[in-house]
């Protein structure tokens, strides 16, 4: 690999960032878990969405919530993509209650991703009977 090649490669996550990265998804994971313990699988994703911003209050978590990112063409402004979660300014939290996870959904988080600069996305589909058969961990 030639030295410009090297430069327009993605930067790897370094050893504290990523352990830092793994901390926040780990919590995260587990709020995640908390809820479905709770609520149980079956319910629209809008209520996993609630009770999971619950857990992330009590657990001290800082995230933001429907953050608006700009999609464009050739310059121009088409429209904004909304993301669920954004936690810890770091790591990208796309929620799901679906019976089929398409995968569509993993390409959704690609994109925002790509387009946020951000390197970790976490897409948790609460429809399933054990939790962590429905956590996919994105990195770019």
């Given at each position: 690999?030639?030295?410009?090649?090297e430069?327009?490669?993605?930067?790897?996550?370094?050893?504290?960032?990523?352990?830092?990265?793994?901390?926040?998804?780990?919590?995260?994971?587990?709020c995640?878990?908390?809820?479905?313990?709770?609520?149980?699988?079956?319910?629209?994703?809008?209520?996993?969405?609630?009770?999971?911003?619950?857990?992330?209050?009590?657990?001290?978590?800082?995230?933001?919530?429907?953050?608006?990112?700009?999609?464009?063409?050739?310059?121009?402004?088409?429209?904004?993509?909304?993301?669920?979660?954004?936690?810890?300014?770091?790591?990208?939290?796309?929620?799901?209650?679906?019976?089929?996870?398409?995968?569509i959904?993993?390409?959704?988080?690609?994109?925002?991703?790509?387009?946020?600069?951000?390197?970790?996305?976490?897409?948790?589909?609460?429809?399933?009977?054990?939790?962590?058969?429905?956590?996919?961990?994105?990195?770019?």
């Open positions: 690999m030639t030295r410009g090649e430069i327009n490669q993605p930067q790897r996550l370094g050893g504290s960032e990523l352990h830092e990265i793994n901390l926040i998804t780990h919590r995260v994971i587990g995640a878990i908390a809820v479905h313990r709770a609520l149980g699988l079956g319910l629209l994703e809008g209520t996993y969405d609630s009770a999971l911003r619950i857990e992330l209050d009590d657990q001290g978590i800082r995230y933001a919530r429907l953050v608006l990112v700009p999609a464009y063409y050739k310059g121009r402004l088409l429209g904004q993509y909304r993301m669920d979660f954004l936690v810890e300014d770091r790591v990208i939290v796309e929620v799901k209650s679906v019976a089929v996870v398409l995968p959904f993993e390409a959704q988080l690609h994109t925002y991703l790509r387009v946020t600069a951000k390197r970790i996305g976490l897409l948790i589909n609460f429809n399933t009977p054990v939790l962590k058969d429905g956590i996919t961990r994105v990195i770019l």
